[in-house]
C-alpha cells in the first residue's frame, strides 16, 4: 500500500516535474527541480525516482542529493506534501522519514540509542598519542570528552553492529560520534592516527541515516553555518558538517535560507569550484574566501594564528548571496 501512496503522489506532482517520464516499474527520471540541472542542455534530466522495499527515494546525478520521496515532496509542493502525509498516517504505513501529522506536539527527552565504548580524548594519559594529536590540532577542550580513542577501529565498528568490509587490524584512529537532532546516534567519523591510505572513514549505522555532525547541538533560531569536516565546525558558533564536499545537501534536513556554506578555501580545486558556483545558482548564502586568507580551511586558519572569533568575523564578514555572491565568487577562482 505504502508504495502505491508513493506513485499515486509522484503522478500528481509530475506536471512540475521537467520531461518527466517513466523508465521501467518504480523508476521515474526527470530534470531535477532542486538544483536546476543542467542550465546549458536543456535535454538533460538527472533526478531520479527509485523504489527501495516499500518505500520511494529520491537522487539526482548532478547536485548529489539523495533522499526520501517525502523530503523530496516537502520542497516541491508543501500543500500536496501534507495531504500525503495525512494519507500515509491514515493508512499505517507511515515510515521513519515521514512525520505523524502534528496534532499536538510530544516532547520526547533525547535518549541514546548506542553509546561509545571507547576512552575519551579528556579520560587518556597526558602523553598518550591520541591525546596529543588532538592538542596540536587546537581543537577546543570542550570536545574533548566528546572524541574517542580506537585502538583496532574495524574491531569498535563491529562492536555497534554494523558490517563493513576492507577495514584493516588495528588500525589506531580518532572517533568522532554523529548525532542527530534527539541525541541518537547516527554515524561514526574514523580519522586515521598512523600511516593509512584513507585518512577518513565515515559509516552510518544504518543506510537511512543522515551523514550530518553536530545536529544535537546547533540552535535554529540561529544562522546555521556548514562546513565539510566536523573538526573543522568545531571552531564556530552553531555549525555542522556534512563529511564531504557536498554542503548543500544540508538542505535534506535544513531550510535553505537557514544556512551558510562554507566550503574549503581552494579556488584552484575544479571540484569545489564547481561546487560552489551551483550552490550561488541555487540562492544559497556561501562564504567566498577573502584574498589574505591562505589557510586552506578553517583548522588551518586556527594553525595560522586566527582565533575563533576572529574567523567568525572573517565569515560574517564574507557571506554573500546571488549577484554580489557571484561577483565575489569570479575573483576569488582560479581557474
Not at 223 to 236: H, K, N, T
Amino acid at each position: 500500500m505504502s508504495v502505491f501512496i508513493d506513485r499515486t503522489f509522484l503522478l500528481r506532482v509530475s506536471p512540475k516535474l521537467a520531461r518527466f517520464t517513466q523508465k521501467k516499474s518504480d523508476l521515474y527520471n526527470f530534470r531535477c527541480p532542486l538544483c536546476g540541472d543542467s542550465q546549458k542542455n536543456k535535454t538533460k534530466a538527472r533526478g531520479f525516482v527509485y523504489r527501495k522495499k516499500d518505500d520511494y527515494f529520491y537522487m539526482c546525478h548532478n547536485c548529489s542529493v539523495s533522499t526520501t520521496f517525502y523530503n523530496f515532496l516537502k520542497q516541491i509542493d508543501e500543500r500536496l506534501c501534507r495531504e500525503y502525509q495525512l494519507e500515509r498516517y491514515k493508512n499505517g504505513t507511515q515510515y521513519a522519514n515521514t512525520p505523524s501529522p502534528s496534532f499536538t506536539e510530544a516532547k520526547e527527552k533525547p535518549v541514546f540509542k548506542e553509546k561509545i565504548q571507547l576512552d575519551s580524548i579528556n579520560s587518556l594519559p597526558e602523553a598518550h598519542f591520541a591525546k596529543s594529536y588532538v592538542q596540536q590540532r587546537r581543537i577546543p577542550e570542550v570536545f574533548h570528552s566528546q572524541l574517542y580513542y580506537a585502538p583496532d577501529f574495524a574491531t569498535f565498528i563491529q562492536s555497534l553492529g554494523v558490517e563493513k568490509e576492507g577495514l584493516q587490524k588495528n588500525d589506531h584512529r580518532l572517533v568522532i560520534p554523529f548525532y542527530d537532532e534527539k541525541k541518537n546516534l547516527v554515524a561514526v567519523q574514523g580519522r586515521a592516527l598512523g600511516e593509512s591510505k584513507l585518512r577518513y572513514i565515515t559509516i552510518k549505522l544504518h543506510d537511512d541515516n543522515q551523514k550530518v555532525y553536530g545536529l544535537d547541538r546547533i540552535d535554529l533560531e540561529k544562522p546555521v553555518y556548514v562546513v565539510e569536516g566536523p573538526i573543522d565546525s568545531m571552531f564556530l558558533d552553531n555549525a555542522v558538517a556534512t563529511a564531504d564536499s557536498n554542503l548543500d545537501s544540508i538542505v535534506n534536513i535544513l531550510p535553505k535560507d537557514k544556512v551558510v556554506l562554507i566550503f574549503d578555501n581552494e579556488p584552484r580545486n575544479k571540484e569545489i569550484v564547481k561546487k560552489i558556483n551551483l550552490a550561488i545558482d541555487n540562492h544559497f548564502n556561501v562564504v567566498i574566501w577573502p584574498e589574505y586568507i591562505d589557510s586552506k580551511d578553517i583548522n588551518e586558519m586556527v594553525l595560522d594564528g586566527f582565533s575563533p572569533d576572529e574567523i567568525q568575523d572573517i565569515i560574517s564578514n564574507n557571506t554573500f548571496v546571488n549577484l554580489r555572491a557571484k561577483m565575489e565568487f569570479v575573483n576569488w577562482k582560479k581557474i
